[in-house]
């Protein structure tokens, strides 16, 4: 199984590394991807030196597969290329989430959509992910009508500029290095991406529409708001899903706590619920403060928590490529 990563030196990229190392993915030959000027760097891949090679170089090898995480001018660009070449790309740009022709995929929820002929695979928003990994049980059983979601977003969703002033600012006072216009340390910024024209940001829009079509459901309805706090770990959600049946809570922590993908941390007794500081490092998404909205029927509060590094980006495109291996989906 020959891979490429494509953006191997970012901040994705490097954890798209690790978790193909965590999870023995059958790597027998590694292609690390990069810009020209990082062509010859090398990177470590369980325990052996690998040289950074260009897009062509990487085209030219083969791989079954490509791993994108450079961006979404990178990858319309080149996601094609490779594609006309046989080489399944795995996308986790916005380039291609919302393209009628490409299928935007979490395993947990829509893994049975893939077939042979998909050669690029979109990667959907981390915050998107988590919240359709732990809503899509519920779906299923209950009908989501509406969705009410407030994120609060890691600064490691920005990249390595944003964790630069984070940690500047915290140390410092000060960073000379800013991803942000305003300061982030001890600061919420209730934008992130750029504003469109409906007064939402590009963020807000990609959870509405690509919730819909991730759970195969356009007429569930979605309305957001995204805010960057001065955190590392993972992003935090406060969500509120109203369905057209009725449920019963004991029923839904149940449902949960037997869902793929999810761990259940609701224990009011002993102040135990979902943290970006416990989310660091792993691949479940996380939830709790799991209640019924006492203001309106069939309505459920809930607090789910994900590493926006792996389960929000590098886990998930690896469990596309799993998922691509386990049903023979690969040329």
């Known amino acids: 199984m020959k891979i490429a990563v494509v953006g191997a030196t970012g901040l994705v990229g490097t954890k798209m590394l690790e978790v193909l190392a965590e999870r023995n993915f059958p790597v027998t030959e590694l292609l690390p991807v990069a810009s020209e000027k990082s062509v010859g760097k090398t990177i470590t891949f369980k325990g052996n030196n690998y040289a950074v090679v260009s897009m062509q170089t990487a085209i030219d090898a083969k791989p079954q597969i490509a791993l994108f995480s450079a961006g979404g001018s990178t990858s319309l660009e080149w996601a094609p290329k490779f594609a006309a070449a046989g080489i399944t790309v795995i996308d986790n740009s916005s380039a291609w989430r919302m393209d009628v022709t490409k299928k935007l995929v979490v395993p947990e929820v829509n893994a049975s959509v893939l077939g042979k002929e998909d050669k690029i695979i979109a990667n959907p928003n981390c915050s998107t992910i988590q919240m359709v990994v732990a809503l899509n049980p519920?779906?299923?059983?209950?009908?989501?009508?509406?969705?009410?979601?407030?994120?609060?977003?890691?600064?490691?969703?920005?990249?390595?500029?944003?964790?630069?002033?984070?940690?500047?600012?915290?140390?410092?006072?000060?960073?000379?290095?800013?991803?942000?216009?305003?300061?982030?340390?001890l600061n919420a910024i209730p934008q992130i991406d750029v504003f469109t024209d409906n007064g939402y940001t590009k963020e807000e829009m990609k959870m509405v529409n690509e919730t819909r079509k991730i759970m195969g459901d356009e007429s569930i309805r979605v309305t957001a708001t995204t805010v960057r706090i001065p955190v590392m770990g993972g992003h935090s959600e406060s969500v509120n899903v109203e369905f057209e049946n009725d449920f019963n809570i004991a029923d839904v922590l149940s449902l949960l706590k037997n869902s793929a993908g999810v761990v259940v941390e609701d224990d009011l007794a002993n102040q135990i619920y979902p943290m970006p500081m416990h989310a660091h490092n792993k691949d479940a998404v996380f939830v709790g403060r799991i209640r019924r909205d006492e203001s309106q029927d069939k309505t459920l509060n809930c607090w789910i928590v994900s590493d926006n590094l792996r389960k929000g980006a590098a886990t998930n495109a690896v469990q596309i490529a799993e998922h691509l291996m386990a049903k023979k989906l690969l040329a």
């Open 138 to 185: 519920l779906h299923l059983k209950y009908k989501i009508k509406r969705i009410v979601v407030s994120t609060y977003q890691s600064v490691t969703g920005t990249g390595v500029k944003a964790v630069n002033q984070l940690m500047n600012e915290r140390l410092h006072g000060t960073s000379d290095e800013m991803a942000y216009k305003y300061k982030i340390d």
